[in-house]
């Protein structure tokens, strides 16, 4: 597994990272079911085998934290650990003050607790705002936790453009995690590009779009025919290619510089094992990364999943 430096700070990350939602709760397109904690558990420690060492979890993804605790994999020499806290920010609340304090210091004194840890690798937020980042309160918590010990680095999990910009430019956070795949390449231009320039970590989400870039597709709900149809026309580029379409959508974030670890998430090895492979096969070609450009949607509404119309 191909490594690696997670922006500025001394982490080596394996350039794939497991997302951990699905074992900790049902999650995804389609009729879905918690995997059980043995399940779990010999997932977590068959991804080490493969060499991946990024695990991105949170306080409100179900068991997710507590099985990787039961794991031990937090541990082991190398493995990064990154959570986050602070879900009701996403959801638009705004609490003050000792208010503040207190929620997210009871979300990280419980997600170390599910860990069996000290401390965590990467310390994220999940959510906030540009005029909450910039207020500076949020900031001054996190950074509060991390002289405590509780963290060794800080990261922001963010939407759009402007909460991630914002960010960046604190100087605080040393790691972003936000949205990029063949079919939504809207932070590219300004979020990646920023990145890179001051060398903030980028952890990437959502490669295969919610299943969009998979044979899930066609189960994806009435109003996002766009993503459909290019879904579509990206497969085809892959068959000519001679691989599968989730090999190039991995492929296709592999290709962008400012990533350091793209994340799958799933609950299944062979799933794991196939996205491995994807990796081993390296970056796609140039003339291949110039017709997947030719893909992206900029619309919101077909793009971002929190946005989609209910699954039937």
Not at 4 to 28: C, D
Not at 129 to 146: A, D, M, N, P, T
Not at 204 to 209: A, I, W
Not at 286 to 304: C, F, G, N, S, T
């Amino acid at each position: 597994m191909e490594t690696k430096l997670l922006g500025r700070t001394n982490l080596k990350v394996s350039r794939l990272g497991l997302g951990t939602a699905e074992i900790g709760f049902a999650y995804g397109i389609g009729l879905r079911t918690l995997p059980s904690e043995d399940e779990a558990v010999k997932l977590l420690k068959k991804a080490v085998n493969l060499g991946i060492n990024y695990f991105d979890t949170a306080y409100f993804y179900g068991l997710a934290e507590e099985r990787i605790g039961k794991s031990g994999i937090a541990k082991k020499d190398g493995i990064v650990i990154a959570t986050k806290c602070g879900q009701f920010l996403e959801k638009g609340e705004d609490p003050r003050g000792k208010e503040l304090e207190k929620r997210l210091r009871e979300q990280i004194e419980a997600s170390l607790k599910n860990l069996k840890v000290d401390s965590v690798s990467v310390l994220m937020l999940h959510g906030g705002s540009e005029e909450q980042i910039k207020r500076g309160e949020l900031v001054h918590i996190l950074k509060k936790f991390q002289t405590e010990g509780k963290a060794g680095f800080l990261g922001i999990s963010t939407r759009g453009e402007e909460a991630p910009l914002a960010a960046i430019e604190s100087g605080v956070f040393d790691v972003v995690q936000t949205a990029y795949s063949i079919l939504d390449q809207r932070m590219a231009k300004r979020v990646l590009f920023l990145a890179l320039k001051k060398n903030i970590g980028i952890v990437n989400r959502s490669v295969l779009l919610k299943g969009s870039l998979t044979g899930l597709v066609s189960k994806l709900p009435k109003g996002l025919e766009m993503l459909q149809r290019n879904s579509g026309k990206a497969k085809k580029i892959a068959e000519e290619l001679g691989c599968d379409l989730p090999e190039l959508a991995i492929r296709f974030t592999l290709s962008e510089p400012s990533i350091s670890t793209s994340l799958i998430g799933t609950n299944k090895i062979e799933n794991l094992e196939k996205s491995c492979r994807a990796i081993e096969a390296g970056p796609l070609p140039e003339d291949v990364i110039k017709k997947l450009r030719k893909l992206a949607i900029d619309d919101p509404m077909q793009v971002d999943p929190s946005k989609w119309p209910p699954l039937v």
